[in-house]
Nanobody, 115 residues
Framework: QVQLLESGGGLVQPGGSLTLSCAAS????????MGWYRQAPGRQRELVAT???????NYADSAKGRFTISRENAKNTVHLQMNSLKPEDTGVYYC?????????WGQGTQVTVSS
């Protein structure tokens, strides 16, 4: 059973920074890709950033230039560094791992950007 544990969410002022972490219960190279998604109140879950097994990264337009996804291989962890946060970045952030046709999700961590 794959487990993904997110951490690092919280309340931050506009313009601030947060780093989210997703710790996997197994070697992250067992997955084809890992990524971060977010869901704002009343909206569908949307992609924020992904990183595949080869290290290729992909970002939503809203995240480009502000967010950075990275891996910490020794800890089986994927991070999302978020800078210049805006109120519209508010939502629950979920970690996802994909292996073949199977997707695994974490429980999510709340990010609130507000003054």
């Amino acid at each position: 059973q794959v487990q993904l544990l997110e951490s690092g969410g919280g309340l931050v002022q506009p313009g601030g920074s947060l780093t989210l972490s997703c710790a996997a219960s197994e070697n992250i190279f067992n997955f084809n890709a890992m990524g971060w998604y977010r869901q704002a109140p009343g909206r569908q879950r949307e992609l924020v950033a992904t990183i595949n097994v080869g290290g290729r990264v992909n970002y939503a337009d809203s995240a480009k230039g502000r967010f950075t996804i990275s891996r910490e291989n020794a800890k089986n962890t994927v991070h999302l560094q978020m800078n210049s946060l805006k109120p519209e970045d508010t939502g629950v952030y979920y970690c996802k791992a994909r292996r073949g046709f199977s997707d695994y999700w974490g429980q999510g961590t709340q990010v609130t950007v507000s003054s």
